[in-house]
């Protein structure tokens, strides 16, 4: 690829969960050319559910170290549980030779930092690596699709997000597709930090309520601080017009741009049904909105093109 | 009786039920906590409106190298798992967004050149709202990781009859350490495609944590076969359902309970409250007639480390910082 082969990158992110994130990038993967996507919510993955995924390549994935205290060689000395931050170490392990109860550690809390497995006097503490998940690359008909499935309970879903978008820039740069559509996680923490970091622009996805603008004002913070570009759409807008409109105007204070409304229609859940996207599903009142939403995106990728080297906070 | 209202999908209507849900056993006359642990986008607030008597900053502990007494012989950097020390033949440098506070590197430190010291991730806020006890946890804006703060917001909860603690959504750490020591899950999902999806793995999530609970089904649009069927398999009862109806999501629109909002909705939260009132485990049966006694016999019987952790819950709320005083620093 030529040096100047630049990838798009634009992030559907919201705070609040449920507000519409899937439903609109499948939406954008329909209508935008030759794109690849990238599934970063790990944890619940959506997207794969709309896009009939045909899996072409499956890894398996380790965030990292699970201790486990083999109880034959436990001294029941409690060295571990006194070291441990994560309240992961349970004195309820199986007896042995020596003593009559051993301790034993909770997978679900251990966080694998290998400090009670440095400072067993027995060594009787291993480490292994977790299983924490997969990672697939997938074909669909809107192009390369990248997902992810972290095993219920494991932590470092961030380090499956990075990967997941890592690989589905790999895909964009080698196919020359010049646009990467990120189904974002709903939180402002690791996965969605993992999930916006360098991006292009940041999509919001919010709806007419007092929660969706509270974890709006949240997730818009967070863009700034990383000095990414956002846009804003309120889907269901029609709930709660007065507060729609209370929504936009404080997202323009808080330095966004209102990149279109999409209004409240039953057909976005029926096209969900069908595994179809809104769009693909009708020319309904809510697939009119979501293409004119796509065209002010469209025109927001050109603007920031041409001024490559313009500071990401729009404040 | 602790109760963790979680749900694989985001926006089902966790704080929905956990709100309407709290409001209803206060005026059953129960003693209630609500404990709003989704840190990253609490929203419980915004339809409790308590009043806030204090407001708690929580920290973690993140390493500080004394250049004066670091020798550059990288064992720090060798024993932390997380890549945050970056040790350099002239200087020690710690990420501190990278640490996970385990203090493995203060541990191994030959010349005490480590020490610990407070980072501020967010804040815990206690209040009241009318008869519901009121707890909440605000992740800082561009922190990381939220599970010390939502570790915080649990051991800042009064002893109640009954503490709700509204989950974060998915299966991830945060639900993980928000479920921790409840009695019960309360998974509220939507009867749509993706509803269903993720309320499988909330299913499989419970499973693995022994966790016995229920579901809730919002937005229900009768007769979610699917939805049923899967439940049944999974021995998890259908507790109630809430009509998929606009004058529901108008009344949340405006920051109104459901059960204030629309006469209807109260009958409904009164029988998720009856059919939970029979889901407590036998141990507690007695707690609503005398609080203390009843959770001490319950706390007696669980491990050393959980009972400590119930200390901590009814100390004064200033316990709740640093999130990593916890036993470690006694």
């Known amino acids: ?315 | 009786m602790k109760l963790a209202v979680a749900s694989g999908k985001g926006g089902t209507g966790k704080t929905t039920v956990a709100t309407n849900l709290a409001v209803t056993l206060a005026r059953h006359g129960q003693s209630v906590v609500y404990a709003d642990c989704d840190v990253e986008a609490p929203n419980g607030h915004l339809f409790l409106k308590p009043e806030i008597s204090r407001e708690t900053p929580v920290s973690r502990l993140v390493p500080k190298v004394n250049p004066e007494r670091c020798i550059h012989c990288g064992a720090c950097a060798r024993i932390c798992r997380f890549n945050a020390i970056l040790s350099l033949p002239d200087r020690t440098l710690v990420y501190e967004e990278l640490c996970h506070s385990c203090g493995g590197c203060a541990l191994v430190c030959p010349t005490g050149a480590i020490t610990e010291a407070p980072h501020p991730i967010g804040i815990v806020r206690i209040g009241a709202a009318g008869p519901v006890q009121f707890v909440s946890g605000e992740l800082n804006v561009g922190e990381a990781n939220g599970t010390p703060l939502v570790r915080s917001v649990r051991q800042s909860a009064p002893t109640a009859d009954w503490t709700i603690l509204d989950a974060p959504p998915g299966t991830a750490c945060l639900m993980i350490e928000t479920a921790r020591e409840c009695d019960y899950a309360l998974l509220v999902t939507e009867p749509t495609p993706f509803g269903l999806h993720d309320l499988r793995l909330a299913l499989q999530v419970a499973r693995e944590l022994k966790l016995k609970c229920g579901v809730v089904v919002n937005r229900a649009t009768p007769p979610m076969i699917e939805l049923k069927q899967l439940c049944d398999a999974a021995q998890a009862p259908v507790l109630a359902e809430i009509p998929d109806r606009m004058d529901i999501a108008k009344a949340y629109s405006e920051g109104r309970l459901a059960v204030d909002a629309l006469p209807d909705m109260q009958p409904i939260f009164d029988r998720l409250r009856a059919r939970l009132a029979l889901m407590r485990p036998a141990n507690q049966q007695s707690l609503s007639s005398n609080s203390k006694q009843a959770a001490g016999a319950s706390g007696e019987k669980i491990s050393a480390r959980h009972s400590r952790i119930g200390e901590a819950a009814t100390a004064p709320p200033n316990s709740a910082a640093p999130a990593q005083r916890s036993p470690h620093e006694r």
């Open chain 1, 1 to 315: 690829m030529s040096d100047d082969f630049q990838v798009t990158e634009l992030a559907m992110l919201s705070g609040k969960g449920g507000t519409g994130k899937t439903s609109v990038t499948a939406s954008l993967a329909a209508l935008a050319e030759k794109p690849v996507l990238a599934d970063c919510d790990v944890d619940a993955s959506n997207l794969p559910l709309v896009m009939s995924p045909r899996v072409r390549r499956r890894e398996a994935f380790s965030g990292g170290l699970r201790a486990r205290i083999k109880s034959g060689h436990c001294v029941a000395c409690g060295k571990c549980e006194e070291l441990c931050r994560f309240d992961a170490i349970f004195f309820d392990g199986p007896g042995n030779g020596r003593v009559s109860r051993t301790f034993r550690v909770d997978e679900f809390a251990c966080e694998g930092c290998g400090v009670c497995a440095e400072f067993c006097a027995e060594d009787a503490i291993e480490l292994s690596a977790a299983d924490s998940g997969e990672w697939y690359v997938s074909d669909t008909r809107f192009g390369p699709l990248v997902h992810a499935r972290l095993r219920p309970g494991q932590g470092n879903s961030g380090k499956l997000t990075s990967m997941v978008r890592e690989k589905a820039m790999e895909i964009a740069r080698s196919a020359g597709r010049k646009l990467l559509l990120i189904d974002g996680p709903p939180g402002v923490g690791c996965p969605v930090i993992a999930s916006l970091t360098g991006v292009s622009l940041m999509l919001a996805v919010t709806e007419p309520t007092p929660s969706g603008e509270h974890d709006l004002e949240r997730i818009l913070a967070l863009a700034r601080h990383f000095r990414i570009p956002a846009m804003v759409c309120v889907n269901k807008y029609d709930l709660n017009p007065g507060l729609t409109d209370q929504i936009e105007r404080r997202a323009c204070e808080l330095g966004a741009t209102v990149a279109g409304r999409i209004p409240y229609d039953p057909a976005v859940t029926d096209a969900q049904r069908k595994c179809q996207t809104v769009v693909e599903h009708g020319r309904g009142p809510a697939a009119q909105a979501i293409i004119r939403l796509w065209n002010n995106l469209s025109r927001s990728f050109s603007n920031l093109q041409s001024e490559p080297s313009r500071p990401a906070s729009v404040r």
